[in-house]
């Protein structure tokens, strides 16, 4: 009996919802959506002028819609919808509009003029309390996102209620794929006076040439996927770590919280966010939080052309939810740094231009450095010079010259070797005097201080290094390997796995892996050892460190073959290898020497000399 009354209170709600839902008011109107181009850049330029100058064009462009029997229903910073009973009326609106802002604008310099875009639609839209929602809303904003500053773009709803009127003229766009909306939609780009509107052509720079002095890159609110509202902190604050972390690289300029959440809870067009944010590279993404699992979907996007530079997902527990903030926000961090930083090198070097300018030197220079040769080494420290001569208070030439040396030794093309040590050093300190907050400037002097084994001074910048960009995964793995050679190989184990998890597409990570592999062999695990030693030389097969590693931890286990195999394939990689690092002090107690040339000796070396 109980349930029979519980399934009928259930049928009676279900019956209650169901006449909510068709009692809701529907109606066919027009709406014209738009907004301010860049707001955010002119606030940043001049705050007060900006909200002068917008609340003075809002209230005539009010009027003008008043006059068109048209309603504001909706308003949000710098955005406006209206509604209109008439196509014709809202279309002769947003033209006056558009027409009243061109002749405002003259004379007015580019950075400082106020253009706006219009986006219309005609569709049906449900009405509560005065407010407008649904599809025939959102289409009219997504078409606003799809104009040109000064223009004005229309549904093919609202081309064939007009088109056959003389007063306009249109541009076929096509079938246009529109954000969150599920079906395409045709749309069309108003053609003012018979042709292209002023600000339309003349305003719209294209988005190549207009971004493509900049190498900023602006973080957009990521979305909450989930049912749960509450979840925003989570969302809001995981976008706002993400702005810190890249904040932190000092490499590239980050658009500041503050302009990019003028996009919370929009969906731009990522070409024209980039564009009145004044940035070149968006991430974006979206969050969906269950009861023990949290999603997250990132990517990485060059605003010029639309490509996807990177995009990953993520899954994780959330059962300590800052913990996994961390992580992912490290993480991200980390990956949209190289890959900024490669397509910013790229670029330069495809546009090769005339007049370089020191960031863009050094990163040609950088690209030298990624051909991991003695040659491009070369070549590359001839640019860093340049770039320092350009402007010595750059500290991006400072350690791209310390780099240089830094390559020459693990080469072992120096000419002379403590001439190496002492350049590189030069420059290192140099760089840290220039940008004394700057991690990787920390980063390459602690490399410097591992040459001349000074470890304790190396873990004290590599903890610095770590401490300014925890996001750096250089960084811990040269924290990671002063550790293990100042004989806390344990702690190095840590640092360097940190590296790793931080960086794991790094076309070098086999340089970490097998550093790794040689801190457990120091932390007499040579089990542990031999098994990193082969990830590496699976990696890149013909690095010969990797092979003498993976020889002598062979070697203290016993496996003889295997041992000597690895050291013969390190001999011929590069003859005389094996004796000159075997030979070569690298740790500070000496008994951490002998037992690597142990291990060594144990897979065939036969050293004449003892260790130095």
Known sequence: ??????????????????????????????????????????????????????????EYICEVVADQRGRLFNTAGDSVIFEFASVLDALRSAVEIQQFLHEVNEGVPAEQK???????????VVVDRGNYLGDGVNIAARLEALAAPGGICVSDMVYGNVAASPEFTFEDLGLVELKNIARPTRAYRVLLNGAAAAEATAGETPVEEDLGAESAVAVLPFNNMGDDPSDDYFVDGLTEDIITALANWRSFPVIARNSSFAYKGKSPDVRVAARDLGARYILEGSIRRGDKRVRINVQFID???????????????????????????????????????KAERDRIVALRPKDMTAWSTCLQGRALLEEFSPEGNARARELFERAIELDPTFSGGWI?????????????????????????????????????????????????????????????EGEEAVRLNPSNAVAFAQLGVA??????????????????????????????????????????????????????VHRRADYALAHLVKAASLGHLGRREEAAAALA?????????????????????????????DGLRRAGLEAGASLA
């Open 1 to 58: 009996m109980i349930g029979s009354k519980t399934t009928r209170a259930a049928k009676s709600g279900r019956t209650r919802a169901l006449s909510d839902v068709r009692d809701l008011q529907r109606k066919l109107v027009a709406i014209l959506a738009g907004d301010v181009v860049g707001y955010s850049r002119l606030m940043a330029a001049d705050e007060e002028l900006a909200i002068e100058n917008w609340t003075s064009y809002r």
């Open 114 to 124: 106020m253009l706006m875009r219009f986006g219309l639609h005609l569709g049906d």
């Open 303 to 341: 605003a010029a052309n639309g490509h996807h530079l990177w995009a990953e997902k993520f899954d994780r527990d959330v059962a300590d939810i800052f913990d996994v903030q961390d992580e992912i926000t490290n993480h991200i961090a980390a990956m949209i740094a190289p890959h900024h930083e």
């Open 400 to 460: 791209g010259l310390a780099y240089s040396h830094h390559r020459d030794l693990w080469f072992e093309c120096a000419p002379d070797r403590e001439q190496a040590i002492e350049a590189l050093l030069k420059a290192a300190r140099r760089a840290v005097e220039v940008d004394r907050a700057n991690s990787d400037c920390r980063m390459i002097l602690g490399f410097g201080l591992i040459w001349v084994r000074k470890f304790h001074l190396a873990i004290a």
């Open 483 to 536: 550790l293990s050679f100042a004989g806390r190989p344990e702690e190095g184990i840590a640092k360097l796995e940190r590296s790793m998890r931080l960086n794991r597409q790094d076309p070098r990570v086999h340089l970490a892996i097998t550093m790794l592999a040689r801190a457990h062999l120091n932390a007499r695990d040579p089990e542990s050892a031999a098994r990193w030693a082969e990830t590496a």
């Open 569 to 597: 394939e390190c001999e011929r990689l590069d003859p005389g290898f094996a004796l000159r690092w075997a030979l070569r002090p690298m740790y500070k107690d000496p008994a951490d020497d002998l037992y690597f040339m």
